[in-house]
T-cell receptor, first 114, second 116 residues
Framework: DTEVTQTPKHLVMGMTNKKSLKCEQH?????MYWYKQKAKKPPELMFV???????INESVPSRFSPECPNSSLLNLHLHALQPEDSALYLC?????????????FGPGTRLTVT | AQTVTQSQPEMSVQEAETVTLSCTYD???????LFWYKQPPSRQMILVIR??????QNATENRFSVNFQKAAKSFSLKISDSQLGDTAMYFC?????????????FGKGTKLSVKP
């Protein structure tokens, strides 16, 4: 199984809502990532988890809160988002957290903030 | 800090022809990894090819091959016998060797259209 799954596929939320994005992999990967991608742009790294511990936070606003309950699951909790946070949110995983490893990407959650 | 530059925002090619996408990068490190990722329209990003900097031999994967010039810091992707399914955004990415910093440095991407 070489798949990273993400739910939901689409999400529309108001600026006062609280929602969560979910990502799952069963490849035994020990590193998991959240990226934000705007249209026609490369993915921008948000967070990296290595062995279930947060190892990189790329100065992401606190309205985004990541969580890694176990080695297969990664959540991104959203609260009080702004319209400019509308984007495709990609999850990825890799065997390890070093830069040599191939990252496997999920299909993404397309988020619209109204 | 590492940077990755893709100088061709958009390219097009006729089906069955060959196309080359360019990528240059800047780093002071001697060991590193380079990747080409493909993101088809509304589909997920997948790895096309991976190159280890300390290997002189250019990586190949079926119709995809790279021209890795370490001294020139150049890493171009050649797609032979282009197919309609090759239509996608292509991102060149740099990965640091070792450590726990798994973040990739992506270029801005090249949008490739394969025309019938």
């Amino acid at each position: 199984d070489t798949e990273v799954t993400q739910t939901p596929k689409h999400l529309v939320m108001g600026m006062t809502n609280k929602k969560s994005l979910k990502c799952e992999q069963h490849m035994g990967h020990r590193a998991m990532y959240w990226y934000k991608q705007k249209a026609k742009k490369p993915p921008e790294l948000m967070f990296v988890y290595s062995y279930e511990k947060l190892s990189i936070n790329e100065s992401v606003p606190s309205r985004f809160s990541p969580e890694c309950p176990n080695s297969s699951l990664l959540n991104l909790h959203l609260h009080a988002l702004q319209p400019e946070d509308s984007a495709l949110y990609l999850c990825a995983s890799s065997l390890g957290a070093g830069g040599s490893y191939e990252q496997y990407f999920g299909p993404g959650t397309r988020l619209t903030v109204t | 800090a590492q940077t990755v530059t893709q100088s061709q925002p958009e390219m097009s090619v006729q089906e069955a022809e060959t196309v080359t996408l360019s990528c240059t990068y800047d780093t002071s490190e001697s060991n590193y990894y380079l990747f080409w990722y493909k993101q088809p329209p509304s589909r997920q990003m997948i790895l096309v090819i991976r190159q280890e900097a300390y290997k002189q031999q250019n990586a190949t994967e079926n119709r995809f091959s790279v021209n890795f010039q370490k001294a020139a810091k150049s890493f171009s992707l050649k797609i032979s016998d282009s197919q309609l399914g090759d239509t996608a955004m292509y991102f060149c990415a740099f990965g640091r060797y070792g450590g726990s910093q798994g973040n990739l440095i992506f270029g801005k991407g090249t949008k490739l259209s394969v025309k019938p």
